[in-house]
């Protein structure tokens, strides 16, 4: 069934008319106008989209969403955050969203190795950096989150600070009872020497529908080495849009690692910019998807100047009636000679009823470079199957002990001891129990 265009007008007036996007921040007065009038102009995808053609998640909000506005902050949250397993066994500085609104109260102070601000206290130069890399136009859901963001914040990690403990962004989420749409917003500026990790992550607290919109925005400057986790395990009702967008400058790296597990539906858009020559982007994700999971990761790499360098792996294990989607674009420019620039994507099936669709894409105006794409789909391999199995190893375990094989070469990409750990378990559950 596709998505009518009535229906994606019906979602265009949902939320033009939300209490959020009546919030007066005039300071922002500028990218909210601009997002209004490329919502007003494009709308939302259809299924006909191209660049939604697998996720029509515009229907699936159309249809389970009534509240376009954002819940009720969450009462008693300090005594919740003592009651998270994960959290407790990192050592890092926690920086806490109440349903998409960041609280200082709740959060860690810095030790002068960075600064943290409300986007409503950001002097007039800060304003204009908000909506610069992720631009509205780029994607209606992220028009859609600047024109209601009702509050964001800015990171600034200071030239030559190295952060040796992690940043925490933790979005704690319980939805009301007729469902919630909540918008987080994140501007990160890294300096020149600077060195970070930051890990991403939501909490659910219920399992009400819930609509989760964000944007991040990452200004990686000359010799910064950044690092990002974002963990995706929520719940059969929500239903999430994440657009991330990196400018990554001279000498520079960032690296992203995205582990999706479970949601009703998920759609990833990570973009980066390699802006200078010499600096590198890392992207890594993994998802293990079961029930009617559905994860859509799409990526871009633009390679705009010589010598630069970027690597992606993604891999999915699919079972029961889950569906995966992977669309990746590696861009170099005609200036961009010398890149090296490297995109796969692997799949397991495990059921006759999971589905994956993907699409590596390399456009390439240079012709001096090394540049590879590729992409598999298939079963489990039953020559290492029987050759465990010849060691006296049961079928079960075997099985468990090749996909979590498969899936270890993304999980080596995280250098955060106890947050990998913390992956670990969830995959050795998933892949232990429910596979």
């Known amino acids: 069934m596709t ?3 009535k229906k994606d007008h019906k979602l265009l007036d949902l939320f033009l008319k939300s209490e959020s996007v009546k919030t007066d921040l005039p300071a922002f007065s500028d990218l909210k106008a601009e997002s209004r009038l490329v919502l007003e102009k494009a709308g939302f995808p259809v299924a006909k989209s191209e660049e939604y053609k697998y996720t029509n998640i515009s229907k699936k909000i159309a249809d389970t969403i009534e509240n376009p506005n954002a819940p009720s902050p969450i009462s008693g949250l300090e005594k919740v955050e003592t009651q998270q397993e994960l959290i407790q066994s990192i050592d890092g500085y926690r920086i806490i969203f109440n349903n998409g609104i960041p609280d200082f109260n709740l959060s860690d102070a810095a030790d002068g190795l960075f600064d943290v601000d409300y986007f409503t206290d950001l002097d007039p130069s800060e304003v204009k950096e908000i909506g610069k890399i992720e631009k509205s136009e780029k994607d209606p859901f992220s028009a859609l989150n600047s024109l209601s963001f009702t509050q964001g914040i800015k990171i600034n990690i200071p030239e030559g600070s190295v952060i040796k403990k992690p940043l925490l962004l933790i979005n704690y989420v319980k939805a009301d009872e007729n469902g919630s749409c909540i918008h ?13 990790t930051i890990i991403e992550l939501s909490i659910y607290l219920n399992e009400e529908t819930v609509f989760v919109n964000s944007v991040s925005e990452w200004d990686v400057a000359q010799n910064a080495h950044i690092r990002h986790y974002k963990l995706q395990d929520g719940h059969k009702h929500t239903l999430e849009v994440h657009n991330t967008g990196a400018n990554v400058h001279r000498d520079a790296n960032l690296t992203s690692v995205v582990m999706s597990l479970e949601a009703g539906m998920i759609r990833n858009n990570l973009s980066l910019n390699l802006n200078a020559s010499n600096c590198e982007g890392n992207m890594y994700g993994l998802y293990l998807l079961n029930g009617k999971t559905h994860v859509d990761n799409h990526t871009n790499v633009d390679h705009t100047q010589p010598h630069c360098q970027s690597n992606e792996l993604y891999k999915g294990i699919l079972t029961d009636h889950s569906r995966g989607v992977f669309n990746g674009k590696i861009f170099v420019r005609q200036i961009a000679q010398k890149t090296n620039a490297f995109q796969q994507n692997n799949n397991i099936l495990l059921s006759e009823d999971a589905t994956v669709n993907t699409k590596p894409q390399l456009e390439i105006w240079a012709d001096d470079v090394k540049c590879s794409h590729g992409c598999t789909t298939g079963q489990l391999d039953e020559e290492a199957l029987f050759y465990l199995r010849a060691r006296g190893i049961g079928k079960e375990s075997a099985r ?23 992956c670990e378990k969830l995959v050795h559950e998933r892949l232990g129990g429910s596979y």
């Open 400 to 422: 468990a002990l090749l996909l979590y094989a498969f899936a270890g070469e993304v999980l080596d990409k995280i250098s955060v001891a106890p947050f990998k750990k913390y």
């Open 3 to 5: 998505l009518s265009l």
């Open 184 to 196: 987080p917003r994140v501007f990160i500026k890294a300096g020149k020497n600077s060195q970070a």
